[in-house]
């Protein structure tokens, strides 16, 4: 094995000491690409992957690596990283040979096929799956772009058509709400109002807050997210004032999607109320949910609970959140798609989606995003064990699988009392059926 050289050892000083500092770490593999030492610069690579998934240089960098040929977008997509300040001592650093660049008409099929042997596809297939698509129902509360108080965003990209799977969520939301919405006109000749409410419920983690930003962006809407935190106030009045200016914004912005997460917190039931302050909250919310006069034109209110039993009723009246839908944990081919999304930036290899989605039936796009670190942990601490990079393969997510139990269970045991024995005017019906079908009845 070469020595490393004094310039490399200075690197690794400096990447000790600041071992987040991705453009660094990389400058490093780099300079062990050029002198030959490409192990190291593997599992300089895959370290540097881990603080950024999505670095195309680095993604590049670990197929050169490798031996691989990089994909022709990410070698035009990746910019050479500048080269920190070496230290005194060393005049000049060696120049690091750029990767030859692939000739006109390369012809990557017949590449693929020359290294298929050496290494592993992928993804492999165990039988006909679905072309899900690559964007996942994310978990509750999982977008780094959720709004924060008075905050709207702009119509996004996000539709149905990135919630993968779910058709039959689709279908409802299609019909009950999005139809109206989508012919303004023909709403107008049947007196339809250019308004609505649906009141989303279900276990958490499994995607309530991507479907409404996926609604927002069928109907071509801002977004503005509201949780209790953004509208509670210690001094006396500042919490109304606080709602009334929530709906203010949004129909200002309108049309406008108002999304209020975790409803119960903001709607709770009056009656188990001790404070007058909440109480006066909760009635500053049935008053804007009226919106007298029209107020409320253009302005779509989807409302989301794990606790809807726990919902004042006045909420669920006729022309306030008077449709509601139950959210599942994601079936097949929704698990698909979150198991692709959640291992697309990682090394991964040899891995069978078809099997994976079939052992991991019950649980929610939380628990299997939690079932993807799990596996990159397996794989990270053997790598670390053993001084050798490694790829993360079908036995660490059957392992991890193993070990993740759905966080769904105890809602479902919850929620089983309330439909059977609270089921008033046929609410939890959907519910109850699906408990039947997979008997936790």
């Given at each position: 094995?070469?020595?490393?050289?004094?310039?490399?050892?200075?690197?690794?000083?400096?990447?000790?000491a600041?071992?987040?500092?991705?453009?660094?770490?990389?400058?490093?593999?780099?300079?062990?690409?050029?002198?030959?030492?490409?192990?190291?610069?593997?599992?300089?690579?895959?370290?540097a992957?881990q603080?950024?998934?999505?670095?195309a240089?680095?993604?590049?960098?670990?197929m050169?690596?490798?031996?691989?040929?990089?994909?022709?977008?990410?070698?035009a997509e990746?910019?050479?990283?500048?080269?920190?300040?070496?230290?005194?001592?060393?005049?000049?650093?060696?120049?690091?040979?750029?990767?030859?660049?692939?000739?006109?008409?390369?012809?990557?099929?017949?590449?693929?096929?020359?290294?298929?042997d050496?290494?592993?596809?992928?993804?492999?297939?165990?039988?006909?799956?679905?072309?899900?698509?690559?964007?996942?129902?994310?978990?509750?509360?999982?977008?780094p772009?959720?709004?924060?108080?008075?905050?709207?965003?702009?119509p996004?990209?996000?539709?149905?058509?990135?919630v993968?799977?779910?058709?039959?969520?689709?279908?409802?939301?299609?019909?009950?709400f999005?139809?109206?919405?989508?012919?303004?006109e023909?709403?107008?000749?049947?007196?339809?109002?250019?308004?609505?409410?649906?009141?989303?419920?279900g276990?958490?983690?499994?995607?309530?807050?991507?479907?409404?930003?996926?609604?927002?962006?069928?109907?071509?809407?801002?977004?503005?997210?509201?949780?209790?935190?953004?509208?509670?106030?210690?001094?006396?009045?500042?919490?109304?004032r606080?709602m009334h200016?929530?709906?203010?914004?949004?129909?200002?912005?309108?049309?406008?999607?108002?999304?209020?997460?975790e409803?119960d917190?903001?709607?709770?039931?009056?009656?188990?109320?001790?404070?007058?302050?909440?109480?006066?909250?909760?009635?500053?919310?049935?008053?804007?949910?009226?919106?007298?006069?029209?107020?409320?034109?253009?302005?779509?209110?989807?409302?989301?609970?794990?606790?809807?039993?726990?919902?004042?009723?006045a909420?669920?009246?006729?022309?306030?959140?008077?449709?509601?839908?139950?959210?599942?944990?994601?079936?097949?081919?929704?698990?698909?798609?979150?198991?692709?999304?959640h291992?697309?930036?990682?090394?991964?290899?040899?891995?069978?989606?078809?099997?994976?989605?079939?052992?991991?039936?019950?649980?929610?796009?939380?628990?299997?995003?939690?079932?993807?670190?799990s596996?990159?942990?397996?794989a990270?601490?053997?790598?670390?064990?053993?001084g050798?990079?490694?790829?993360?393969?079908?036995?660490?997510?059957?392992?991890?699988?193993k070990?993740?139990?759905?966080?769904?269970?105890p809602w479902?045991?919850s929620?089983?009392?309330?439909?059977?024995?609270?089921?008033?005017?046929?609410?939890?019906?959907e519910l109850?059926?699906?408990?039947?079908?997979?008997?936790?009845?």
């Amino acid at each position: 094995m070469s020595t490393e050289s004094p310039l490399i050892q200075s690197m690794r000083t400096a990447v000790a000491a600041a071992p987040t500092d991705v453009p660094l770490r990389l400058h490093l593999a780099e300079l062990l690409i050029g002198e030959g030492l490409s192990e190291a610069a593997v599992a300089e690579a895959a370290v540097a992957l881990q603080h950024a998934p999505g670095d195309a240089g680095a993604r590049a960098l670990m197929m050169r690596a490798m031996g691989l040929p990089a994909p022709a977008a990410e070698k035009a997509e990746s910019v050479p990283t500048p080269a920190p300040q070496e230290p005194r001592a060393q005049e000049s650093a060696p120049e690091v040979p750029d990767a030859p660049a692939p000739p006109t008409g390369f012809d990557w099929a017949a590449a693929e096929n020359e290294v298929a042997d050496a290494v592993p596809p992928r993804f492999v297939t165990s039988g006909p799956t679905s072309t899900a698509p690559e964007a996942p129902l994310a978990a509750d509360g999982g977008d780094p772009g959720d709004a924060t108080a008075w905050e709207v965003d702009t119509p996004g990209t996000v539709t149905l058509a990135d919630v993968g799977g779910m058709e039959e969520i689709k279908e409802r939301l299609e019909a009950a709400f999005l139809a109206p919405m989508r012919n303004p006109e023909l709403g107008r000749l049947y007196g339809k109002s250019l308004r609505g409410g649906l009141l989303m419920y279900g276990p958490p983690g499994c995607g309530k807050t991507f479907i409404a930003r996926a609604v927002a962006g069928e109907l071509g809407a801002s977004f503005m997210s509201v949780s209790i935190n953004d509208v509670l106030d210690m001094w006396m009045g500042n919490s109304e004032r606080n709602m009334h200016e929530v709906f203010e914004t949004a129909r200002r912005q309108a049309p406008c999607v108002l999304f209020l997460d975790e409803v119960d917190a903001l709607g709770a039931k009056r009656s188990r109320m001790q404070h007058g302050g909440m109480r006066n909250t909760v009635n500053q919310l049935l008053t804007e949910l009226d919106g007298v006069g029209g107020a409320n034109e253009g302005v779509f209110v989807l409302a989301a609970t794990n606790v809807p039993w726990d919902v004042d009723i006045a909420l669920r009246r006729p022309g306030r959140l008077d449709r509601t839908l139950l959210v599942l944990p994601p079936d097949a081919p929704a698990r698909e798609a979150i198991l692709r999304y959640h291992l697309r930036d990682r090394p991964i290899e040899s891995v069978d989606l078809g099997k994976l989605v079939k052992v991991t039936e019950d649980l929610s796009g939380a628990d299997l995003a939690h079932l993807c670190e799990s596996a990159s942990e397996r794989a990270l601490l053997e790598s670390t064990r053993t001084g050798v990079v490694r790829m993360i393969n079908m036995k660490d997510l059957l392992g991890a699988a193993k070990e993740v139990r759905p966080s769904t269970d105890p809602w479902f045991a919850s929620a089983r009392n309330v439909a059977m024995f609270a089921n008033e005017g046929g609410m939890y019906d959907e519910l109850l059926a699906y408990l039947k079908r997979k008997r936790k009845l």
